[in-house]
């Protein structure tokens, strides 16, 4: 049916529709913030779906389009108007600050430079073309010059907007958007096992991933992976002048595209160093870590009319720099496969490797977990093995790289006896732990020790490893018991033992007689119970005969504590040896001291939010710590929040913080607060 035979009416609900659903698309996949129901979502598509179908007015840009194209036979040549340049890289300070004064020199200014810095988003690259706001072509970059056109399967990416929302404004007539595609990494990994359970080969990382459902011939395929855009720049554009790169992202933002929310705007290349080191350590953060992958960051100039005096090499604009991480992945080969004994007796293997740098740093041993995991990987001596580092955590295995196996490389087997004390090994069934079970076995002595010496137990200053294990190893130390018999003459004769901190140790012991009595509970090292549960459990019970008297019932009343929890607190009291060692402990005068009356309810009916990374303790910890004293933990912040407690890179909630005037602490203030009225 032709267009003019439409009731008119037709016409303007069908537009209306289409304007909606972009809209409402935008706020669910874009903003993360939807205004209406998913229902009332799916009943106006339905509503399209059927008017489109009716009066045969469905259009390629039209949202009901997004799925549903035919599989091609291959894809076709985009050229692009201006060829989409890669990028120098960068890999240390030194040649940041030379690119900076690069630019200076080429531009004869000693001026510092605005920068903008974005997130290097470690993707596949594409080109989406607007013209008069309607998308129509969408690429891959290829060679730079020409990619392949892969327009119906960006379309099944709901965070690319079919149209421009320029809000009445007229959209260019042709705009260039160049992005990343990528996929988030919860995203990938479950992607990746499901491939697996379907027998299918795993994709090695996100942006192969990424590239790969890219390529699809068939759209269904694409839109069945959890694909994601951000957008980093501008090609051609017609009927729109912009002053500045910033203003460029605003912009495209505005318009309803996805542009990376860490994007900021600095003032000279320390700006642009110190951003590296946020993203680096944002990137490694444990709890608030990027969802995606990053390989670096990109400093670009911000004023247009630099960008084009600059111009560009061949291959790369001189405005624009990569400055890229240290890779945090590195192959190298076992050289042996150690077991160590933990203070539980926990034996982990561990791979002792040839050194090799990963993320900046050398390492040379890697973590195997537990006996599944190395039967898992099949990780043999002699195998070379792909090696990576997150932050500051023991770096582990991911994977053996099997065709470089050598002929004679064994499976590993896990020993029978304990490598320290050569006792028998248990692994009871269901579990995945191996243990060594003599409680005297010198491995778990000193770990134990050192626990019950750390700072959020006894917190005895100068016990460090290479001293704890002198202690047990010349036989001076059998329990931590014999800590409180240690004098300066026995001490003084050890290696690495002057008068004065051998005088130090035993002070400090001497101080540790008496304590707050959740340390002393945290000291004795019942599997489950941490600082957390034992402030929980010292808050319930005054003294530690009280704890130790406590069944069941007692203990699962006390908030916090679960079953593994009850189960493990009483086979710990009910061991002989550990009553033996506690009267010990009690006849040498160590003490718990039970909390301050106050304490029990110190922050009885106070709300607390956090935001940001704590450097100290976990989120969860924190809030089990707030719960202890009776205080209450919620996710966002309102008139009726107490407190917030801001760590390291706090978010929106910081903000709303102050704007109601509510209380803001860092963590020392928020420690201070709780010890305080323990
Ligand atoms: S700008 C002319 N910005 O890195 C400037 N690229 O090595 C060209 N990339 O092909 C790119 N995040 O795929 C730019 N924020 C970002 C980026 C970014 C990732 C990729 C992009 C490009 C490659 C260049």
């Given at each position: 049916m032709a267009e003019k035979n439409i009731p008119p009416e037709v016409v303007s609900r069908v537009a209306e529709l289409r304007e909606q659903l972009n809209y409402h698309n935008y706020r669910y996949y874009?903003?993360?913030?939807?205004?209406?129901?998913d229902a009332e979502f799916d009943r106006r598509m339905a509503e399209l779906t059927r008017l489109e179908e009716a009066y045969d007015?469905?259009?390629?840009?039209?949202?009901?389009?997004?799925?549903?194209a035919q599989p091609l036979d291959k894809f076709e040549t985009v050229l692009h108007r201006q060829p989409m340049l890669s990028l120098e890289n960068a890999f240390s300070e030194a040649e940041v600050f030379a690119f900076d004064e690069r630019l200076k020199r080429f531009l004869k200014t000693t001026d510092a430079f605005d920068y903008v810095l974005e997130p290097k988003m470690d993707g596949c690259a594409v080109e989406l073309v607007y013209e008069n706001g309607r998308l129509t072509t969408g690429s891959t970059?290829?060679?730079?010059f020409r990619g392949e056109n892969v327009t119906q399967n960006l379309k099944?990416?709901?965070?690319?907007?079919?149209?421009?929302?320029?809000a009445g404004e007229p959209a260019p007539e042709l705009l260039e958007v160049r992005g990343e595609v990528y996929m988030d990494l919860p995203e990938f990994k479950q992607y990746n096992a499901e491939r697996l359970a379907r027998g299918e080969p795993a994709f090695a990382n996100p942006r192969n991933a990424a590239a790969g459902s890219l390529r699809q011939l068939d759209p269904k395929i694409t839109a069945a992976r959890p694909l994601k855009i951000y957008c980093y720049g501008v090609g051609e554009v017609r009927g729109r002048n912009f002053d500045t790169h910033w203003e460029v992202l605003q912009t495209l933002k505005q318009w309803g595209l996805r542009v990376n929310p860490l994007i900021e705007r600095g003032r000279g290349v320390e700006a642009a160093i110190a951003y590296h080191q946020k993203l680096e350590h944002k990137r490694h953060?444990?709890?608030?870590?990027?969802?995606y992958e990053i390989d670096g960051m990109v400093i670009k100039v911000d004023p247009l009319a630099l960008q084009e005096r600059l111009g560009a090499k061949s291959r790369s604009p001189r405005w624009a720099l990569a400055y890229k991480f240290a890779a945090t992945q590195a192959t190298t080969r076992i050289l042996a496969i150690e077991v160590n004994v933990g203070r539980t007796g926990a034996v982990t293997p561990m791979a002792v490797m040839e050194p090799v740098e990963v993320g900046g740093v050398t390492v040379s041993r890697a973590t195997l977990h537990n006996e599944d995991e190395v039967a898992k990987k099949?990780?043999?001596?002699g195998d070379t093995v792909l090696v990576q580092r997150a932050g500051d955590v023991i770096p582990e295995v991911?994977?053996?790289?099997?065709?470089?196996?050598?002929?004679?490389a064994q499976p590993f087997q896990m020993p029978g006896?304990?490598?320290?004390?050569d006792t028998r090994l248990v692994r009871p069934i269901g579990e995945k732990v191996t243990r060594?079970?003599?409680?005297?076995?010198v491995a778990s002595l000193t770990r134990g020790i050192q626990h019950f010496a750390g700072k959020s137990a006894?917190?005895?200053?100068?016990?460090?490893e290479k001293i704890v294990q002198q202690l047990v190893e010349v036989g001076?130390?059998?329990?931590?018991?014999?800590l409180y018999h240690l004098t300066e003459g026995d001490l003084?004769?050890?290696?690495?033992?002057a008068a004065k901190s051998a005088r130090n140790i035993v002070s400090a012991i001497e101080a540790?007689?008496?304590?707050p009595l959740w340390r002393l509970i945290n000291a004795l090292?019942?599997?489950?119970?941490?600082e957390a549960t034992a402030q929980l459990l010292a808050r319930h019970f005054p003294s530690l005969e009280q704890l130790m008297a406590a069944d069941q019932e007692a203990l699962l009343?006390?908030?916090?504590?679960?079953e593994q929890v009850e189960y493990s607190i009483r086979e710990f009291f009910d061991n002989e040896r550990n009553q033996a060692l506690i009267k010990r402990l009690q006849d040498l005068g160590v003490r718990g001291l039970p909390p301050k009356?106050?304490?029990?309810?110190?922050?009885?009916g106070k709300t607390f939010v956090f935001t940001g990374g704590l450097a100290n303790i976990s989120r969860d910890e924190a809030k089990a710590m707030v719960a202890a004293r009776g205080g209450k933990v919620t996710s966002s912040v309102s008139a009726k929040t107490d407190y917030v407690v801001a760590g390291a890179?706090?978010?929106?909630k910081l903000a709303k913080a102050e704007a109601l005037g509510v209380e803001i602490m860092d963590e020392a203030k928020f420690r201070e607060l709780l010890e305080g009225k323990t």
């Open positions: 874009v903003l993360d913030d939807p205004m209406i129901s007015l469905a259009r390629p840009d039209s949202p009901t389009q997004r799925v549903g970059r290829g060679d730079g099944t990416i709901h965070t690319i907007p079919l149209g421009l929302l320029t953060d444990q709890h608030h870590g990027l969802p099949d990780v043999r001596v991911v994977k053996v790289i099997v065709e470089e196996r050598p002929p004679e006896n304990c490598p320290v004390c060594c079970p003599n409680p005297d076995c006894m917190d005895i200053d100068g016990l460090g001076l130390v059998k329990d931590v018991g014999d003084i004769p050890l290696e690495r033992f540790s007689r008496e304590v090292g019942i599997r489950y119970v941490g009343h006390v908030e916090g504590v679960g009356p106050q304490a029990a309810s110190s922050l009885g890179d706090p978010g929106s």
